[in-house]
């Protein structure tokens, strides 16, 4: 039995932890999810670290919203370099999914976006543990998380 | 009995430490603080690994002050990265609360966003410690501390 | 037997893998690769981490392709400083192969660079691991992996 | 007794050190000091590293004065997160004294300056060490080192 | 004996290691060199790890010379805070010898830089190890690497 840490917070305006959790559970068993919730985005790294200490979790997903500021900007950096060190310090993998509150045109494109980045990364998280050689047969096929695939280069050279 | 350590500094134009002292008295039992100064914002990151390995503090909150030049951006930000990597070392929360001075339209509204968003988060703190569903209930919600809260994303989709 | 690791991505548009694994085949034996793919290039520092770890490679080669937007370029930087951190901690080389976007002017640039850059820092992680004096022969020599090389300053003084 | 240790630089263009202990000196007894000389700022974080190791010093000022280039500024930033690393690793305080070329308008203030702020820094090792109370009296006050104080926000709320 | 490590790359256009180990020989005995070239900057990280673990280097001199490109810039700034790291983790000096291309007027400038800076910084390698009173001495002078000294500040305040 795997253990799924989710992290999230009270500052990002929509409930991308419930989206997470929905796709994960829809996606097949043979794991449980804890969920601990903080302020904001740069108390993930170390939600992080207390899931997979307290919590023996095998994966985290980190879910933030970072507002249109600079300092948001300065934020969601410093978190991201955190949720790094985190990662390479207990060798396990955090996804982390953040919507940039600019990212869309509107609230209700801003409320797709996050639900469809959090599905998504719940699914890459599902591979990570259960699947790895689905990730590998798409290796190179320009992915994305919320917005519409890029899909390969095309052409020949 | 739990610890909380408060880390604060001589370069903050007010005395935050006290609205979140007097907050976190406000708003139960079970805990002591102990309270730790040092110079500026920089010096915050061992103040709080200090707070924990000699104190047995179980979290920290990390009050400053930036500047508004460029080289207190600068300050801020390098402090924040290494409250991160505290927190990440010792597995315990340090609830960073920065008031940038240029945040506010002049020393009144400075002052009230000080002792407003010190409060908030001793209530988040609180929470951590003592009330981790109370967080989780009001996650995605588009919490803010010192200022309104921009609330969850309105409209459906 | 040294043991090879490959990291790369699903975000990629292209398949830089296998351009490095047919290179590294190509130029001797003594080695067996294990490739490991993740979502993104911030995936990229776990995943070598887990390649040192658990497969017991010897290097790591961490491919990715970071888009044109300001984003991907900080996305890029904190990949980039996640993967010097985990060289350090474990003492062996990750080989870090990323093309950005916008450095070819059209697609199928962009296809041949990904190709050749990938091939090219193959190599170098063949001679890393087994031929170390060819590398010193050609210290400052003004060499890069993809576009053609610089050569060495001209001229006397 | 405790050991103060003091590190500096080649490339500074004042004897800062020489201001830092004069005025340690003049605060008090109790300790002892070492000074260590490193050719310029990058190289300060391991200084204060062997300080804390080799010499046992209790508390490390760290004195340098970074250039007016864009480059001397991201020296300055790098060697400022790798002493506030050093810092979370020993558990002890490193004062970061910096004096900017361009923070004074020619070279009398910036001698100035330099000796100003290095003696500021020494007295608030001083009290770090023995008389921790007296900086928490000063808390929020907002204290300068160099500069004139900006003092504590005016006004009522 | 000591030991001192050169850890040079083949992207550089000069061969500064040269210039650096012809200097060292100059200067006196009671050392042996190791020399480890690698392809890029950011691998000088991990090349001085290595003559630390593998070599017991007592001291590196790490040689780079970074483009003139925006992400050549980034990629000197993220082997720098790799080499701080690694210096703080082994409590030894990597004295970091780096030539941006864009710092000399033309090409026969640069290669005077790159020899003289790399020379000047051996010459600090040596009186690290083997002359730290010299070092201190000339603190607060005003010293550069390759181009000419600015020197102490001038006039009385």
Known sequence: MKVIGIADTTFARYDMAKSAIEQLKSMGTGFKIVRY?????????????ILFDKYNCDLVIALGMPGPKEIDKMSAHEAALGLIQVQIMVGKHVLVVFVHEDEAKDEKELAWLSDRRSREHAENAYYLLFNQEYLQKRAGKGLRQGFEDVGPIRGEY
């Not at 919730?37 to 670290?49: E, H, N, R």
């Open 37 to 49: 919730t903080v302020p904001g985005i740069k108390d993930l790294p170390v939600a992080s670290k």
